[in-house]
């Protein structure tokens, strides 16, 4: 193995990422090395690259020159004295959460609300981020990274590494559906539905046995999604106009919706989304993982009233993505409907500049060093 290798990193915030020749890291006693075969590019990596700290100045950059990447699969090619459970070899996919492992919250299990919480290649959401994104500067876009044990999900040989490489956004929408207790009892409706992080949902939602109402802008789009599962999957288009909420009470006998997931990114109107509130049933509850910017408008006394739960979901647990690949390897959810649109990554800026041309969230943007 070569002691150097190839990174995209960023300079300058907003400048097009530079392709630098660096040592190959060496993983401390509890990490592991791992090679990378697979990088997913997500439609939001854009906005972080040149609009994070104006649009969530809360958040934390990685320290630059910085290496992005926020969804690497691979094959582990070294690995500290202290790692146990993992060989040379296995095919992983590296979940980029990193928390601190010695809060009180990450004690009690709960590592997703760690004051040092952040996403390697990405950003920290935590006031003490900086100090993980500093000990793993690793993100994707790069030949070789290492990643704490801790991180790591071993994946199937029956998914491939650039459909892995989508892990992220999947697992964003799988722990949406678990915090809000999807099953087959369940009406899901999905705002977003056709997008990178909607079609997650969508897929998950049907592995779990739900109903999907989808809910998005292209009708063309809607349709191919609805083709998935005919019998399971009704769609609405805003472009046609008129009221979410009394669709959904028309696709469930008047009851409403047991769960809404917003899966709507920045740049989004509210309108879906409160809009998409009014169609919950007694007792149902919203899930956020789009990050709509900017004020909700919600009517709180209709939330107590109606005993409706609004719940923001951040991430997703090594723990969900392993149950993902149990689903995945035995054939629960179809994963063969992505578009795999690979670049190397020496075009890792070109890439980024026609992602917003994707046919929807069925393009699968993929990086592969």
Known sequence: MSK???????????????????????PGPTDVLVEVKACGIVPNLGNV???????????????????????????IVD??????????????????ARYCG??????????????????????GVGRRSGNLLEDYPYGGMCEYMTAPQYSIVTIPD?????????????????????????GPNSTVVVNGATGTLGIGVVLFALAMGAKVLGVARDQALLDRLRELAPDRIEVFSIKEGGSIAEWVRSQTNG?????????????????????????LRRGGQLVNVGA???DVPVNLNSMMSNDR???????????????????????????????HEIFKLEEVNEALSVIGSRNGGFSNYVIVP
């Not at 290798?5 to 060496?26: K, Q, W």
């Not at 690259?49 to 094959?75: C, K, M």
């Not at 892995?164 to 949406?176: N, P, Q």
């Not at 009851?255 to 169609?279: C, E, F, T």
């Open 4 to 26: 150097t290798m190839r990174a995209a990193r960023m300079h300058n915030s907003g400048d097009p990422l530079r392709i630098d020749r660096i040592e190959v890291p060496r």
């Open 49 to 75: 690259l040149r609009n994070l700290s104006t649009w969530y100045p809360h958040l934390t950059l990685p320290p630059l020159p910085a290496i992005y990447g926020l969804d690497p699969s691979g094959v």
């Open 79 to 96: 690995k500290g004295s202290q790692v146990h459970g993992l060989d040379i070899g296995q095919r992983v996919y590296v979940n980029p």
């Open 102 to 123: 010695g809060c009180y919250v990450c004690r009690v299990g709960k590592p997703e609300q760690c004051e040092a919480f952040a996403c390697s290649g990405y950003f």
């Open 158 to 182: 029956n998914v491939s590494h650039e459909t892995a490489a989508r892990w992220g956004y999947l697992g964003t929408g799988y722990k949406a559906l678990r915090a809000a207790d999807a």
């Open 255 to 279: 009851d409403g919706a047991s769960i809404v997931v917003d899966a709507l990114g920045p740049g989004a109107p509210h309108q879906v989304l409160v809009d998409s509130i009014a169609g």
């Open 292 to 294: 709509v910017v900017g």
């Open 309 to 339: 739960n609004i719940i923001g979901s951040n991430w997703f647990s090594v723990a969900d993505g392993q149950a993902m690949s149990g689903m995945a390897e035995a054939g629960l959810v179809d994963l063969s409907i992505f578009e």
